[in-house]
């Protein structure tokens, strides 16, 4: 089975939304700088790298929601998994097809890995589901993409976390607009 | 006048130190794992430029009680201010003085970039010294050295941070047991 890589975007304060997420749903206020990163040559040959790693998403409602499901082609082209307290049919968009499960992050996480076979399942946020899995041991790897910004406020990453992780650092890779930290995670 | 530097070791998810602080004074609980990558020799060799570009020391009255003052021989051997609110004569200890603040951040970064000339004031903590700091938009760099590890507890850095600010990144070095992170504070 492949591994199970959290990939997400943060300031170096450690958000990944800016505030006022009301008015400027999704990434909040002046949150879009911490995707600028993928706008970029490098950052487009980076996350196409991860892409083609990956073989199965996991995600929140609330993104799925507020992304509006990644819009009509339905975007990642592989099997995402999207953990709500609200049942849903599954929803086909293009190449993606869209599970809801209820039952839990080490439900999602094992649907993900089944799905994923030999390749990663990339948990790709939000802030709560990253923090159900590093919180029931399920993360192989932590892949932070460090915008060059100080928020201030916003929605941290790494809150409610209830042990400490030891990480092992396997890779530092520079892009234009980004700082990107990759961690096995050791326990 | 040389650059205000804050130079500070940090966890993964933005601590500074471990859980605990009474029990385990300084540090935290497991908080010496953020400053492992001293004893290393690029962490040796690292520190000794860091020192070798500074001027003057910002600390505050908590970190000099509880260092009891870096001992005997004063440690840094050059000029240290103390941002304390209780007046306190000057102590030599060695080759090194140290100054108490009582009239705020203003004054102590003044005094030390006085005192530095055309070398930096290292700003070396706690945390609120640097938040002071940096809310008074008195930070010129930001050099972060990230520990391998999520300590899901104890003192953030970035608490009560008033404004966003821009970064520029001006560095990038990995040693065996952190990932060093130098910014330029753009504002």
Redesign the interface.
């Known amino acids: 089975m492949g591994a199970v890589e959290v990939n997400i975007s943060m300031s ?3 958000y990944i939304t ?1 505030p006022n997420l009301d008015e400027h749903p999704g990434l909040g206020e ?1 949150g879009e ?1 911490l995707h600028a990163w993928l706008d970029d040559t490098e950052g487009k040959r980076l996350i196409g790298a991860i892409f083609a790693s990956s073989g199965a998403v996991i995600t929140s409602r609330k993104v799925y929601e507020l992304t509006g499901g990644w819009g009509e082609d339905g975007f990642y082209e592989m099997p995402v998994f999207v953990l709500t307290h609200r049942p849903h049919d599954a929803v086909v968009r293009g190449e993606t097809t869209f599970t809801f499960v209820t039952d839990g992050i080490e439900s999602a996480i094992a649907q993900a890995k089944a799905a994923a076979g030999a390749k990663k399942v990339h948990v790709m946020g939000g802030a709560s589901v990253v923090q159900q899995a ?1 919180n029931a041991g399920l993360v192989d790897e ?1 892949y ?1 993409h ?1 915008a ?6 916003g929605t941290r ?2 809150d409610h ?9 396997i890779g ?1 890779f ?1 892009s234009r607009f980004a ?1 990107h ?1 990759r ?1 096995r995670v050791i326990g």
């Not at 060059?148 to 406020?153: E, K, R, T």
Request: no cysteine; net charge negative; proline share 3%.
């Open positions: 170096v304060d450690g800016g002046r700088i590093l932590l932070l460090v060059p910004m100080v928020l201030g406020a990453l790494f976390i209830q042990s400490e992780f030891s990480l092992e650092r530092l520079e700082t930290l961690y």
